[in-house]
Nanobody, 121 residues
């Protein structure tokens, strides 16, 4: 069984910063792309940032320049540092990863349970 557990969410003032973490555990053979998505209140889930196993990162235009995604392959953990936070960054943030649980299985998409980020004064 594979588990993705996010942490680091909370209440932040506008202009503040926070770092989200997502630790992956369980039966894992290989992890490919890891990413962060978010779902603002009343809206659809959207991509925030993603990073390949080689470290190549892409960002949504809405967070580009004020967010950094990184990963620690030894710890099976992905991070999202967000700076200059805005009220419109308020959302539930979800971790996602493409994982193979064994050498002879296909890649599967796995999700964490989500962590709330609220940007408000």
């Amino acid at each position: 069984q594979v588990q993705l557990v996010e942490s680091g969410g909370g209440l932040v003032q506008p202009g503040g910063s926070l770092t989200l973490s997502c630790a992956i555990s369980g039966r894992i053979f290989s992890i490919n792309v890891m990413g962060w998505y978010r779902q603002p209140p009343g809206k659809q889930r959207e991509l925030v940032a993603r990073i390949t196993s080689g470290g190549s990162a892409t960002y949504a235009d809405s967070v580009k320049g004020r967010s950094t995604i990184s990963r620690d392959n030894a710890k099976n953990t992905v991070y999202l540092q967000m700076d200059s936070l805005k009220p419109e960054d308020t959302a539930v943030y979800y971790c996602n990863a493409d994982i193979r649980v064994a050498w002879n299985t296909n890649w599967g998409g796995y999700w964490g349970q989500g962590t709330q980020v609220t940007v408000s004064s």
